[in-house]
């Protein structure tokens, strides 16, 4: 079945910059909206930033202008481009996909997590 796999959170100053990637694979027919989520300990998860199949973004007003977000269709990826960081944004990044398998309807996977701290 569908996995999804991030990578590139880590520890960085504030005013610093990561790139995080998560990569589907599995049974995948297509994948429609992709996203980044984040939860800090005690918060609730919030929504960073979309992109739809066809390229269209969104993204929560804390991370306008610092953030970017894309993805490669061919290699089922999508990135989060995180430029001048700040301290209130540490948390755990998730990814999610909205994913067609067998069948008619597509179904929300979510990735493992990673940590991104940035310290002041």
């Known amino acids: 079945q569908v996995q999804l796999v991030e990578s590139g959170g880590g520890l960085v100053q504030a005013g610093g910059s990561l790139r995080l990637s998560c990569v589907a694979s599995?049974?995948?027919?297509?994948?429609?909206?992709m996203g980044w989520y984040r939860q800090a300990p005690g918060k609730q998860r919030e929504l960073v930033a979309d992109i739809t199949s066809g390229s269209s973004t969104n993204y929560a007003d804390s991370v306008k202008g610092r953030f970017t977000i894309s993805r490669d269709n061919a290699k089922n990826t999508v990135y989060l481009q995180m430029n001048s960081l700040k301290p209130e944004d540490t948390a755990v990044y998730y990814c999610k996909a909205n994913i067609l398998t067998k069948g008619l309807f597509t179904y929300p996977y979510w990735g493992q997590g990673t940590q991104v701290t940035v310290s002041s």
């Open positions: 599995g049974s995948i027919l297509s994948i429609n909206t």
